[in-house]
């Protein structure tokens, strides 16, 4: 079983913040590719501070379990874990929640696990952090090709625009069936010249497959609207 030593070497310390660093780095590419917030600098420093407040507690191995009189009593471990603490708060602010959607999951569980890693390269547990460096790089470049080729329900909000009183929604009900779609009233409002509703539009499709186009067009043609489109909602990650 792997104990952390008593007293690291500066050249044990620099090969655990290299590591820590090229984790960190690997890691951070993917989500600043993907044009994510927590980017390449965010996810090096969270893993860094993880990995610097891990060699910290290390070395503070020495002075733990020291009599009253020559050094405080302290327990180091909570040092590491209060880092854990703190990124939960970074990661809380990384999801949002807009009209049922929530985007963020993704970057919040990544800096996670960059902590994570930063505290296994810190310990000096150099396989375990190049295990879960391996996987984390795995998850996160092989399999999002999963995600690409994967159904799911896609989601738009649909405007339409009418000269002559509002729409029936059963009417656009029956008229979306045929396409696999499903709609839901969201608004509607009623001006001196032409009356404007908007609808939620769900159907189930791969996030790389073209919005139901044709759907606008029976839509514009059977209900005569002045303007109609509609505005896609992006794909949680």
Same mark, same amino acid.
Request: charged share 20%; aromatic share 6%.
């Given at each position: 079983?792997?104990?952390m030593p008593?007293? &690291?070497?500066w050249?044990?310390i620099?090969?655990?913040?290299?590591?820590?660093?090229?984790?960190?780095?690997l890691?951070?590419?993917?989500?600043?590719?993907?044009?994510?917030?927590?980017?390449?600098?965010?996810?090096?420093?969270v893993?860094?501070?993880?990995?610097?407040?891990?060699?910290l507690?290390n070395?503070?191995?020495?002075?733990s379990?020291?009599?009253?009189?020559?050094?405080?009593?302290?327990?180091?471990?909570?040092?590491p874990? #209060?880092v854990?603490? #703190?990124?939960?708060?970074?990661?809380?602010?990384?999801?949002?929640?807009?009209?049922?959607?929530?985007? #963020?999951?993704?970057?919040a569980?990544t800096?996670?696990?960059?902590?994570?890693? #930063?505290?296994?390269?810190?310990?000096?547990?150099?396989?375990?952090?190049?295990?879960?460096?391996?996987?984390?790089?795995?998850?996160?470049?092989?399999?999002?090709?999963?995600?690409?080729?994967?159904?799911?329900?896609?989601?738009?909000?649909?405007?339409?625009? @009418?000269?002559?009183?509002?729409?029936?929604?059963?009417?656009m009900?029956?008229?979306?069936?045929?396409?696999?779609?499903?709609?839901?009233?969201?608004?509607?409002?009623?001006?001196?010249?032409?009356s404007l509703?908007?609808l939620?539009?769900?159907?189930r499709?791969?996030?790389?497959?073209? &919005?139901?186009?044709?759907?606008?067009?029976?839509?514009?043609?059977e209900?005569?609207? @002045?303007?109609?489109?509609?505005e896609?909602?992006?794909?949680a990650?």
């Amino acid at each position: 079983m792997y104990t952390m030593p008593l007293n &690291p070497t500066w050249d044990d310390i620099a090969l655990r913040l290299l590591l820590t660093l090229v984790a960190g780095a690997l890691i951070g590419f993917n989500r600043e590719s993907n044009g994510h917030a927590a980017g390449l600098r965010t996810t090096i420093l969270v893993c860094l501070a993880a990995s610097v407040a891990m060699i910290l507690a290390n070395m503070m191995l020495t002075i733990s379990g020291k009599t009253d009189s020559s050094f405080v009593r302290t327990d180091v471990m909570r040092l590491p874990l #209060g880092v854990l603490t #703190g990124v939960g708060f970074i990661g809380g602010g990384a999801i949002l929640r807009r009209d049922g959607l929530v985007a #963020g999951v993704t970057t919040a569980a990544t800096l996670w696990l960059v902590t994570v890693i #930063g505290l296994c390269f810190g310990a000096g547990d150099i396989l375990l952090g190049g295990a879960a460096t391996a996987i984390s790089f795995i998850v996160l470049w092989a399999l999002k090709w999963v995600d690409q080729i994967t159904p799911r329900d896609q989601r738009a909000i649909l405007s339409i625009s @009418t000269a002559e009183g509002t729409p029936a929604i059963e009417q656009m009900r029956k008229l979306s069936a045929p396409m696999n779609c499903k709609i839901r009233l969201r608004s509607q409002s009623v001006g001196k010249s032409e009356s404007l509703t908007k609808l939620d539009v769900r159907w189930r499709g791969r996030p790389d497959d073209d &919005p139901p186009m044709e759907l606008l067009k029976v839509l514009r043609s059977e209900l005569q609207a @002045t303007s109609i489109g509609w505005e896609a909602e992006p794909v949680a990650e």
